[in-house]
């Protein structure tokens, strides 16, 4: 019978004849353990056996899949293909490459479908598939000392692990060293309680690079999209997003994170493209973490869109943590990026530092945030050690919070931090009760927190809302509220649109008004309020110490409308002492009033001339 009747055979039977396995060696050795600078490139179907370097081989290559050929690699023996040092491995179109059972290496038991170990390696997938179970799993993996590189261009990579499971990781432990992954095109990678990609860096001035153009990467359960951490001195933990999907549900799950555990390191998260999203509490979209003496953890978003779902999650999360004294957590919005927040306690961008002198900062200077939640944040920055700052600022793009007791805008100092919010531009605006545009709080000795408005719009909706709130609890701290421009508005009953509140001893509040629109609408509402609360108990002579609370308009536009509202108030405790100036150049609409209680005074200059008490 010819060749051409058996093919008309099977196909009338439904049999489509596979290609037979074929895997060809261009050196001296052989498929299953190939020699040094061997080119090993295989096609077909019904491959079972590992493709493993003869002992002491370096400097193979190996090809899975011409582009079109069916090509199948199965193994049951924990590892598909292993590298050895300036080994490397591509994978094409057509290529499907599934491993399973165990291998033991370094201290644990493994199931990788592809992994290497040496001083340079280097894998790629053009396309196929590549698949891993068992315990410990990893669909490729690469442990370098000094490069390591991934790319993932198209095909397919999925891992399921009873124990842990990580798509791709790519780790350099020597000095200087480079672990590298790029996701880009088509390629897709799927997780469960793992992690999609993974680099990592250990040696001193290292680096821990990932790079997402494209592509997808999809995880389960308290998983990770991607994540890279660099441990050794000097090291770089740096993460870039210009494209591509990025989707991770279950709680506490996390879209892309960079970590330091080192002295005078970076961990850099940058996106400028494609969509990331987490659905969970606890979650969180972005994050840099810094550990170390004197290093940063920095977030830049620029462009895409960021969403995150659940309670307490948070969009993007920089965080300086205590061991990272000197160090920073910054995150920066600009330009078209579009950040979500859902969820009670939730967050669009939170930023913290607790190591001594540390800063934590949040810069707003184009995008958008939006925030629904009880609690919600729009956008926050803490510092808790000795000597630190953190700040807030506005200078462009918008930022919308719906929830009761939800803030635009807040900074946090404690234990002797200093904080600030600055509104130069853009807009705030915050609907529910309780709820506030912008906020800065602090309890410091001695300390300053601080509110300026030089531009922007302010807007909060709600009984009881503020559009403005700087307050102090400490002895000798100050709280100051400085508007030149821009607008704040309040609408709600007994909400006040501007207000300065201390309780210490001899701490001070202050307003000043000298140009733009302050306006307060609602029954029993203040457009400026300034509360001098009792002092704490003190052996400070005779008679009770206040606090100061002064309001001096010389410009702009203060006005209340509502039955029992107020342009100016003031609440002066015993042995408090405030002070008005309305200047000429200031117009002011509705009533002054100022409740004293004790021995407490208020002085009133207006415009410019005369001075009495009320």
């Excluded at 790319?151 to 780790?171: F, P, W, Y």
């Excluded at 709680?251 to 999203?277: H, Y």
């Excluded at 300065?500 to 001893?505: D, K, M, Q």
């Excluded at 409308?561 to 609409?589: C, H, M, P, Q, W």
Aim: with cysteine.
């Amino acid at each position: 019978m010819t060749s051409s009747a058996l093919v008309g055979i099977a196909l009338w039977i439904g049999v489509v004849p596979q290609a037979l396995a074929a895997c060809t060696v261009t050196g001296s050795g052989n498929v299953s353990a190939p020699q040094t600078g061997d080119i090993v490139e295989c096609t077909g179907a019904g491959l079972t056996t590992p493709i493993v370097p003869a002992e002491g081989a370096s400097d193979v290559t190996v090809i899975v899949g011409d582009g079109s050929t069916p090509t199948e690699l199965e193994t049951d023996t924990g590892t598909a293909v292993k590298l050895t040092d300036g080994s490397t491995v591509t994978v094409n179109a057509g290529a499907t490459i599934t491993t399973t059972g165990e291998v033991f290496a370094g201290s644990a038991y493994r199931t990788s479908t592809i992994s290497g170990e040496g001083d340079i390696l280097r894998a790629t997938l053009n396309g196929g598939s590549i698949s891993a179970q068992g315990g410990n799993v990893y669909g490729i993996e690469l442990r370098a000392t000094e490069t390591a590189t991934i790319d993932i261009n198209a095909g397919s990579l999925a891992v399921t692990g009873e124990d842990s499971s990580t798509g791709a990781l790519a780790t350099a432990d020597g000095d200087q060293g480079t672990a590298s992954i790029s996701v880009e095109g088509t390629a897709a990678i799927e997780v469960t309680d793992g992690v999609g990609i993974d680099a990592r860096s250990s040696g001193e001035d290292g680096t821990a690079s990932l790079l997402i153009s494209g592509g997808s990467i999809f995880g389960a359960g308290a998983s990770a999209g991607g994540t890279a951490s660099a441990v050794g001195t000097g090291g770089a933990a740096t993460i870039g997003m210009s494209g591509g999907t990025i989707v991770m549900t279950g709680q506490n799950s996390l879209g892309l994170g960079a970590v330091n555990l080192c002295q005078d390191c970076s961990a850099t998260v940058t996106m400028s493209g494609g969509s990331l999203s987490t659905n969970g509490a606890g979650s969180k979209g972005v994050q840099a973490n810094a550990n170390g003496l004197g290093s940063d953890a920095a977030i830049n978003i620029s462009g895409g869109t960021l969403s995150v779902t659940g309670n307490g999650a948070k969009g993007a999360s920089a965080i300086a943590g205590e061991t990272a004294e000197q160090g920073t957590a910054s995150i920066i919005v600009d330009g078209t990026v579009e950040i979500s927040a859902y969820g009670e306690g939730a967050f669009g961008a939170f930023a913290e530092a607790s190591g001594s002198g540390g800063e934590a900062s949040v810069a707003l200077d184009g995008g958008s945030v939006v925030v629904e939640g009880e609690g919600a944040f729009g956008a926050f920055a803490e510092a808790s050690g000795p000597g630190g700052e953190a700040s807030v600022a506005l200078d462009g793009g918008s930022v919308a919070v719906d929830g009761e007791g939800a803030t635009g805008l807040r900074a946090n100092g404690y234990s002797s931090s200093n904080s600030a919010v600055t509104v130069d531009g853009g807009s705030v605006s915050t609907s529910g009760d309780n709820a506030i545009g912008v906020h800065s709080t602090a309890e410091a000795t001695g300390g300053k927190t601080s509110v300026t408005i030089g531009g922007g719009s302010i807007s909060t909706e709600g009984t009881a809302s503020h559009g403005v709130f700087a307050n102090m609890y400490a002895y000798e701290g100050t709280a100051t509220v400085d508007i030149s421009g821009g607008t704040i508005s309040t609408s709600g009953a007994s909400a006040d649109a501007v207000r300065a509140a201390i309780e210490g001893t001899y701490a001070i509040a202050r307003v000043t008004v000298s140009g733009g629109n302050v306006h307060a609408a609602g029954d029993d509402s203040n457009a400026i309020a300034v509360i001098t609360k009792e002092a704490p108990s003190c052996d400070c002579g005779d008679g009770p110490v206040g606090s100061d609370g002064t309001v001096v308009i010389d410009g702009g536009t203060v006005s209340a409308t509502g039955e029992g509202s107020r342009a100016v108030y003031f609440l002066a405790r015993d042995g408090s002492k405030n002070a008005l100036t309305i200047g000429t150049g200031a117009s002011v609409s509705g009533d002054l009033l100022s409740e004293n209680q004790g021995s407490g005074t208020t002085d009133l200059t207006f415009n410019g001339t005369g001075a009495q008490s009320f």
